[in-house]
């Protein structure tokens, strides 16, 4: 059974960090892109940041400096280590591997909520 599942999300203030996690289950982890979303109350699901299976990454201009993906093939796991959060970062995390024929079935995200 395909399945992806995020956790790490909780309530921080600004300028402090979090380390989100996704275990993905189900799929042949090593041999895809891998990428985290996040989606704020009343936005659409933003593209955040991606990395390939050798590694490569690409990130929003939003994050680029302050966020960093990983992952490790071993525990079919990917990371998104975020620092400096801003309140703007405030949303609800997923991710999901990117592939030319669409998304797996999103997991239940986990929030990020960045407040004093």
């Known amino acids: 059974q395909v399945q992806l599942v995020e956790s790490g999300g909780g309530l921080v203030q600004p300028g402090g960090t979090l380390r989100l996690s996704c275990v993905a289950s189900?799929?042949?982890?090593?041999?895809?892109?891998m990428a985290w979303y996040r989606q704020a109350p009343g936005k659409q699901r933003e593209l955040v940041a991606s990395i390939s299976s050798s590694g490569s990454t690409v990130y929003s201009d939003s994050v680029k400096g302050r966020f960093t993906i990983s992952r490790d093939n071993a525990k079919n796991t990917v990371y998104l280590q975020m620092n400096s959060l801003t309140p703007e970062d405030t949303a609800v995390y997923y991710c999901?591997?990117?592939?030319?024929?669409?998304?797996?079935?999103w997991g239940q995200g986990t929030q990020v909520t960045v407040s004093s």
């Open positions: 999901n591997l990117i592939r030319s024929v669409g998304p797996l079935s």
């Open positions: 189900g799929i042949i982890f090593r041999l895809y892109v």
